[in-house]
T-cell receptor, first 118, second 112 residues
Framework: DAGVIQSPRHEVTEMGQEVTLRCKPI?????LFWYRQTMMRGLELLIY????????DSGMPEDRFSAKMPNASFSTLKIQPSEPRDSAVYFC????????????????FGPGTRLTVL | SQQGEEDPQALSIQEGENATMNCSYK?????LQWYRQNSGRGLVHLIL?????REKHSGRLRVTLDTSKKSSSLLITASRAADTASYFC????????????FGSGTKLNVKP
């Protein structure tokens, strides 16, 4: 299995530009998560999807951020317009419930996209 | 915040020594997980311990959980230079299995 795939790996853009980050989860996984990691704030959950439906977007910083999951194998995180404070590493993770209402599962992380907004 | 807090923030040891890092949290959990992050990479799951378990082993890793103190520890025995990484605990709450709360991490440096 190729694992969680993210693209691009690095993105440098100028303030005000639109940025789109992409994620392909592990095949068969039905939960997908977007995280942001910075030195100041650590690892923050932005949004997560179950079966392509957004469940909790309370971590999305503001309206400039949006995420979609049009099908089970693809998700995007868009920032429009981007600002320097959005500079961070953005991770996508996926998981598959191990079965049963009381069970949980681990998350598999992609390699991340390092975003720099100038 | 439910977010776990690791202690210490940084740890430097010699190869062959044991490394212990701790995690404290605030509310009741379903399970607690430890992840490793090598520089420039994503997080990798190491071990999961459920709320009804007290200790778990996986290779050179030993995890303990004390729910009365709301704390966990990760012990890496006979450390190797390849263990150099940041280690994070993640707490999973009883009522929301999908929402992981990650701590700020312990940066471990193992000197050869």
């Amino acid at each position: 299995d190729a694992g969680v795939i993210q693209s691009p790996r690095h993105e440098v853009t100028e303030m005000g530009q639109e940025v789109t980050l992409r994620c392909k989860p592990i095949s068969g996984h039905n939960s997908l998560f977007w995280y942001r990691q910075t030195m100041m704030r650590g690892l923050e959950l932005l949004i997560y999807f179950n079966n392509n439906v957004p469940i909790d977007d309370s971590g999305m910083p503001e309206d400039r951020f949006s995420a979609k999951m049009p099908n089970a194998s693809f998700s995007t995180l868009k920032i429009q317009p981007s600002e320097p404070r959005d500079s961070a590493v953005y991770f996508c993770a996926s998981s598959f419930p191990s079965g049963g209402a009381a069970s949980t599962d681990t998350q598999y992380f992609g390699p991340g996209t390092r975003l720099t907004v100038l | 915040s439910q977010q776990g807090e690791e202690d210490p923030q940084a740890l430097s040891i010699q190869e062959g020594e044991n490394a212990t890092m701790n995690c404290s949290y605030k509310t009741s959990i379903n399970n607690l997980q430890w992840y490793r992050q090598n520089s420039g990479r994503g997080l990798v799951h190491l071990i999961l311990i459920r709320s009804n378990e007290r200790e778990k082993h996986s290779g050179r890793l030993r995890v303990t959980l004390d729910t009365s103190k709301k704390s966990s520890s990760l012990l890496i025995t006979a450390s190797r230079a390849a263990d150099t990484a940041s280690y994070f605990c993640a707490t999973v709450l009883i009522y929301n299995f999908n929402k992981f709360y990650f701590g700020s991490g312990t940066k471990l440096n193992v000197k050869p």
